[in-house]
């Protein structure tokens, strides 16, 4: 953080959205830098998941711009932003109990032959796909019972790190993590935060979700606090800044 | 340290035992068939003689090829309830043509056609009618293609004649099979190749197993539900060639309550209602399963609505060995949980 600031991958400046009646993003802006982890704050209904689902493709904004690498990004859909570089981990994790750990990193992008035939009828790469698997869960040192198992058979953390690592595969960008520990217990969530480190000396972009002010002071390096669709705070999490973040979340004076 | 030396023993054992009790569940369904098989020859001696095995896997053909279909919508968490009248309109329009012109290629090719017509039309009437269920859908097309057959036959239950091509399919051929038979093996066979070496098998799994992680993955979720439902029209079309080549005629009256059968042998042979899981060989294994039952209770003079009770008596086992293998799953899990 005291070298120079790289260049931003990620440039969210006066995003709007509307639902009808509501008006959940009034212009927010927002940075996200290579090796670097950003957390996402505020309280339920802030407007968190609504900015995330406009930078993973699954909402348009009515109005204002998102940039990746300084270029205007197309983010139709949540493929659209998967190819322009753009992971997400979603809350509910979005995997595939009926299939494995390697069929799920590949689940809509399958390494297949040949070229010329259009995309469902090409003929996959079993083991090309499941040796690049097992080679990025080595990697990341994710402990997994059996690779050859459905999903379902797996633990809450274990299937967590599925979702991260399959991000992880194909990140270019930035990943984006939707309260990734939500659900797990201590030492589970021991584990993802690694993983999430591991992403981060790989230098790639975090956005980090999550309630958990202990996870934001030992992981982040920025901090934008959402509150009511507005952005009302950025700043350095340190245990020195918590109190401020937190009245920050919540809107209380002092 | 000493309590964990403790447990460890404990915690492997459950663990081989769940996995045993789900390895079981996965080969039950091939289990129980042994167990008709051998059951069915001690009972009578018929059973067992080369002509009857045959004429069991003649009879089983049509079953076990739109079951096939039927198993690639099921895997959709759909199903298909038109197939039995599809079928029919199919042999009908097949019918038709042949009074025109004696051809068996243009015979077949109107069958095919006509089937997985159908099977486009209950696709797309699902998806792009944002049906709440395809229940509903192909429940309307089961009733419009059976009055559609009975219409176009103009009052005939059975029209007779096929072309030689057609009828060659019902005719006996090596070891004694109907040439049929070998159809549907060559159905299996592309089937699999589909559903396991194909990206298109793979997001037909990955719809199946969720459908909104499906489409956040990228894939084309509506193109994969219509691709199933015609999946499953032209296997009908394929059951509509194996049967007109058996018995020679169309009618607008044949695949009555083929839809039952079909669904019966593919989660009797144990693919799970929920969607997601399941293969070619469970819709093959289920048909079987049907086609002895009805042989060797026919066989011993059974009445034959005894039949319809023991698939039905079985139906629900199967669909109670699903459930079952969901909870002992779960436990899996939480094992899982407890030792990482």
Redesign the interface.
Known sequence: MSAPQTAPVLVVRGVHKHFGAIHALKGVDLVARRGEVLALLGDNGAGKSTLIKCVSGLYAPDSGEILLDGEAAALSSPAAARRAGIETVYQDLALFDNLTPAQNFYCGREVAVPAWLPAPLRFLRRRTMDREAASVVERLKVSLPSLDAPVALMSGGQRQAIAVARASVFARKLVILDEPTAALGLRESRKVLDLIERLRADGNAIILITHNMEHVIALADMAVVLRQGRKVGELKPSAASQREMVSLIVGAEH | MPNGAQNLPSVGGRRMGLNASLGLLNVGPVLILVLLVAVSAMSTSAFLRPVNLANIFAQTAVIATVAIGQQFVILTRGIDLSVGSNLALATVIGGLVYKSWDSSVLVILAMLASGALVGLANGAGYVFGRLPHPFIMTLATLSVCRGLALELSVGHTTMRGMPSGVQFLGDSGLFGLDNGVFIVVAVAALAAMVAR????G??I??V???P????????PVN??LI?TYVLSGLCAGIGAVLLSGRTGASSPLYGDLLELDTIAAVIIGGASFLG??GHVGHALVGALMIGVIRNALNLNNVDVYFQMIAIGLIIVLAVEADVLRGRL?RQ???M??AQ?
Not at chain 2, 197 to 200: A, N, P
Not at chain 2, 212 to 219: F, K
């Open positions: 070496r194909m990206v298109w793979r997001w799994y990955a199946g197993g969720d909104q992680a499906a489409r956040r993955m990228g894939i193109g994969v691709s997601g899981r799953e899996a899990r939480t899982q949980a990482s």
